[in-house]
Nanobody, 125 residues
Framework: QVHVAESGGGLVQTGGSLRLSCATS????????MAWSRQAPGKEGELVAA????????SYADSVKGRFTISKDNAKNTVYLQMNNLKPEDTAIYYC??????????????????WGQGTQVTVSS
C-alpha cells in the first residue's frame, strides 16, 4: 500500500513564499513520478507541477511557471513544492500525487494513481 501525505500549507501575504512537502510511504520514492495539483473553490482542479523519478525532468502549468519549483529527495522519500511570489489566485487546497509512469513528468490527472488528503494554502491580498 502506498501512502502520500502533504504538509506545509498555511496563510501567507501576497508576494510571500511557502514550501510544501509531500512524504511517501509503502514504496521508495524513486519508483514514482510525482506531481502537485490544486483545487480552488468553484474552479476545476489544476495540475501545477510534475517531476520524473530522477528529478531530471519537470513540467509546470503556465499559471505558476517561473514562480513555483518542484523537486524531490529520493533518500528522504519527500517531494517539495517551493512557491514564491504568491498571489491571491494561488489560494487552493494543494494535493500531492504519485504515478508509476515515473519516466514522464506527466500533467495528465488520469496518469496518477495515488493522492494525498491535501493541504490548504491561503494567500491574503
Amino acid at each position: 500500500q502506498v501512502h502520500v501525505a502533504e504538509s506545509g500549507g498555511g496563510l501567507v501575504q501576497t508576494g510571500g513564499s511557502l514550501r510544501l512537502s509531500c512524504a511517501t510511504s509503502g514504496r521508495p520514492l524513486e519508483y514514482f513520478g510525482m506531481a502537485w495539483s490544486r483545487q480552488a473553490p468553484g474552479k476545476e482542479g489544476e495540475l501545477v507541477a510534475a517531476i520524473t523519478w530522477s528529478g531530471g525532468g519537470t513540467s509546470y502549468a503556465d499559471s505558476v511557471k517561473g514562480r513555483f519549483t518542484i523537486s524531490k529527495d529520493n533518500a528522504k522519500n519527500t517531494v517539495y513544492l517551493q512557491m514564491n511570489n504568491l498571489k491571491p489566485e494561488d489560494t487552493a487546497i494543494y494535493y500531492c500525487a504519485a504515478t508509476w509512469e515515473r519516466g514522464r513528468a506527466t500533467m495528465n490527472f488520469a496518469d496518477y494513481h495515488y493522492w494525498g488528503q491535501g493541504t490548504q494554502v491561503t494567500v491574503s491580498s
